[in-house]
T-cell receptor
């Protein structure tokens, strides 16, 4: 079975500062995908960033980057230059290369403080 | 263009009643997911449709839950004989082909409250 763990239920960061959200996962698969999704109060889930496990290079999307440590099964999200609009729940998710199911963590509530 | 829409946005029902939730995916999207999100929890996979292939129903929690999709259009999630534990937000997502390689677009969800 696949599990995704987010050990930080809540975090806060000052506007313009950098914050890192942690995520670990457990799997016996060698090929898989990892995701970070953002869910603002509107409930709309938005894809932030995606990482293929076979790629060693960490994915980046503008102010968002990941630190993917495959051996440690760790997939943290770094948000640089935090903005008020980054306030949301952030979910880490895992998907096997051969499967249809996404496995989500329980989320981290991030608040950006002005 | 229009995104994924879901209806109703909120539903209050009495225990034991049946409910039907609707999802309108983005036109042309072949892949469609249903998820359940309980208060303070992550998303729980329910069911996956891909084109005309047999759906992956492995996430449905009981035989009270069922879902249908006609072709690549609307999907309905039906919960029979609702229980209080079914109270949650039900989210639908669609993508153009492969949900892993293509971005999943989520609807706003239906908040279900079973009294």
């Amino acid at each position: 079975a696949q599990t995704v763990t987010q050990s930080q239920p809540e975090m806060s960061v000052q506007e313009a500062e950098t914050v890192t959200l942690s995520c670990t996962y457990d799997t016996s698969e060698s090929n898989y995908y990892l995701f970070w999704y953002k869910q603002p109060p509107s409930r709309q889930m938005i894809l932030v960033i995606r990482q293929e496990a076979y790629k060693q290079q960490n994915a980046t999307e503008n102010r968002f980057s990941v630190n993917f440590q495959k051996a440690a099964k760790s997939f943290s999200l770094k948000i640089s230059d935090s903005q008020l609009g980054d306030t949301a729940m952030y979910f880490c998710a895992f998907m096997k290369n051969t499967g249809n199911q996404f496995y989500f963590g329980t989320g981290t509530s991030l608040t950006v403080i002005p | 263009g229009a995104g994924v829409s879901q209806s109703p946005s909120n539903k209050v029902t009495e225990k034991g009643k049946d409910v039907e939730l609707r999802c309108d995916p983005i036109s042309g999207h072949t892949a469609l997911y249903w998820y359940r999100q309980r208060l303070g929890q992550g998303l729980e996979f329910l069911i996956y449709f891909q084109g005309n292939s047999a759906p992956d129903k492995s996430g449905l929690p009981s035989d009270r839950f069922s879902a249908e999709r006609t072709g690549e259009s609307v999907s309905t999630l039906t919960i029979q004989r609702t229980q209080q534990e079914d109270s949650a937000v039900y989210l639908c997502a669609s993508s153009s082909r492969n949900p892993v390689k293509e971005t999943q677009y989520f609807g706003p969800g239906t908040r279900l409250l079973v009294l």
